[in-house]
C-alpha cells in the first residue's frame, strides 16, 4: 500500500526532468508550478523547453554546454529537435538561451535579447522562480508569433541561408554558396587577371596601338560652340523599413554533437 502511495511522486519526478536546479534555488513547489507552465506551452506550441541551473559546466563556455546538455538529454521535438534552453550558469554569472530545429527561426537574434531583457532583472534580483516564469512566457509569446517576416540564418563562418529546412550546407548548392563566400576564389581569379594582361601587353611589347587617331581624319572634328541646357529633374523616393533586416537574422553554429543552434547571453 505504501508502494502504490509513493509511486506517482516518483513519476512527478521523473516527468520534470525538463528542470534541472543543481543549486536548489528553487523549492519544490515552484519547480511544480514551473513544470506545470513549462508542458502547457510546450503541448500547445510544438516546442521543447528545459531550464538548467547550475554552478559546473564541466570547463566549457555556457553556449557549449547550454548546447551540449540540450543535445546529451534528448530535449527536442520532431525529426529536428525543436526546442530551447535555458541555462543560468552561476559559476560567471551568465544565462544562455540555445535554440534548435524551427525554434532558430522563430527565436532570432532580436527577439532572443528581448527574452533576456525580460529574464536578467529577475536574475539580477536572485528571484530565480521569476525569471524562469518569465522566460517560459516570452517563449510563448514567440512561438505564437511564428517565424517573423525576412528571416533568414547566418553562421558563425558568415553563410547565410534562406533555404528551406533540409537543404543543409553539405548539398550542393550549400557547397556552391560557401565556395562563392570564400576570400580565395577572388584573389586566385585577380590573379588569372593579371596574367592574362601581362601576356596580351608583352604581346605588343607595352605599346597602345588605337587611338583617336585610329578612326578620325586629322582636322576632321572642331568643337565651334558650347551650351548647358537644363532638361528635366528627376526625384526618387524609396520608403526605409522601420526593421532592419538584421531584425530577421538568426545567428547560427554547431555544437559538439555536429547539430545547428541558435542563441545567446549576457551577464548579469
Given at each position: 500500500?505504501?508502494?502504490?502511495?509513493?509511486?506517482?511522486?516518483?513519476?512527478?519526478?521523473?516527468s520534470?526532468?525538463?528542470?534541472?536546479?543543481?543549486?536548489?534555488?528553487?523549492?519544490?513547489?515552484?519547480?511544480?508550478?514551473?513544470?506545470?507552465?513549462?508542458?502547457?506551452?510546450?503541448?500547445?506550441?510544438?516546442?521543447?523547453?528545459?531550464?538548467?541551473?547550475?554552478?559546473?559546466?564541466?570547463?566549457?563556455?555556457?553556449?557549449?554546454?547550454?548546447?551540449?546538455?540540450?543535445?546529451?538529454?534528448?530535449?527536442?521535438?520532431?525529426?529536428?529537435?525543436?526546442?530551447?534552453?535555458?541555462?543560468?550558469?552561476?559559476d560567471?554569472?551568465?544565462?544562455?538561451?540555445?535554440?534548435?530545429?524551427?525554434?532558430?527561426?522563430?527565436?532570432?537574434?532580436?527577439?532572443?535579447?528581448?527574452?533576456?531583457?525580460?529574464?536578467?532583472?529577475?536574475?539580477s534580483?536572485?528571484d530565480?522562480?521569476?525569471?524562469?516564469?518569465?522566460?517560459?512566457?516570452?517563449?510563448?509569446?514567440?512561438?505564437?508569433?511564428?517565424?517573423?517576416?525576412?528571416?533568414?540564418?547566418?553562421?558563425?563562418?558568415?553563410?547565410?541561408?534562406?533555404?528551406?529546412?533540409?537543404?543543409?550546407?553539405?548539398?550542393?548548392?550549400?557547397r556552391?554558396?560557401?565556395?562563392?563566400?570564400?576570400?580565395?576564389?577572388?584573389?586566385?581569379?585577380?590573379?588569372?587577371?593579371?596574367?592574362?594582361?601581362?601576356?596580351?601587353?608583352?604581346?605588343?611589347?607595352?605599346?597602345?596601338?588605337?587611338?583617336?587617331?585610329?578612326?578620325?581624319?586629322?582636322?576632321?572634328?572642331?568643337?565651334?560652340?558650347?551650351?548647358?541646357?537644363?532638361?528635366?529633374?528627376?526625384?526618387?523616393?524609396?520608403r526605409?523599413?522601420?526593421?532592419s533586416?538584421?531584425?530577421?537574422?538568426?545567428?547560427?553554429?554547431?555544437?559538439?554533437?555536429?547539430?545547428?543552434?541558435?542563441?545567446?547571453?549576457?551577464?548579469?
Amino acid at each position: 500500500m505504501f508502494a502504490l502511495l509513493i509511486s506517482p511522486a516518483i513519476a512527478f519526478a521523473y516527468s520534470s526532468d525538463n528542470i534541472n536546479d543543481e543549486l536548489d534555488y528553487l523549492s519544490e513547489g515552484e519547480i511544480s508550478e514551473i513544470q506545470s507552465e513549462l508542458e502547457r506551452v510546450v503541448d500547445a506550441h510544438g516546442l521543447d523547453i528545459a531550464i538548467v541551473i547550475t554552478d559546473q559546466t564541466d570547463g566549457k563556455s555556457s553556449m557549449d554546454f547550454a548546447d551540449d546538455y540540450y543535445d546529451s538529454h534528448g530535449f527536442g521535438i520532431g525529426g529536428d529537435a525543436s526546442g530551447l534552453l535555458l541555462l543560468i550558469n552561476m559559476d560567471i554569472r551568465e544565462v544562455w538561451i540555445s535554440t534548435a530545429g524551427k525554434a532558430i527561426d522563430i527565436f532570432t537574434d532580436s527577439r532572443i535579447d528581448s527574452v533576456l531583457d525580460a529574464v536578467t532583472p529577475h536574475l539580477s534580483d536572485e528571484d530565480y522562480y521569476s525569471a524562469c516564469m518569465e522566460f517560459i512566457h516570452q517563449a510563448e509569446k514567440y512561438a505564437k508569433s511564428g517565424v517573423p517576416r525576412g528571416q533568414y540564418r547566418q553562421d558563425e563562418d558568415g553563410y547565410s541561408s534562406d533555404m528551406p529546412q533540409g537543404h543543409g550546407s553539405n548539398t550542393y548548392l550549400g557547397r556552391a554558396a560557401r565556395l562563392a563566400a570564400a576570400p580565395l576564389v577572388y584573389v586566385i581569379a585577380l590573379v588569372i587577371a593579371l596574367i592574362g594582361t601581362l601576356i596580351a601587353s608583352s604581346g605588343s611589347k607595352g605599346k597602345v596601338t588605337v587611338s583617336n587617331r585610329t578612326y578620325e581624319e586629322g582636322g576632321s572634328f572642331q568643337l565651334t560652340q558650347q551650351r548647358d541646357d537644363f532638361i528635366n529633374q528627376t526625384v526618387t523616393k524609396v520608403r526605409v523599413s522601420s526593421q532592419s533586416s538584421s531584425g530577421s537574422k538568426s545567428s547560427t553554429h554547431r555544437s559538439s554533437s555536429g547539430r545547428s543552434h541558435g542563441g545567446g547571453g549576457r551577464r548579469f
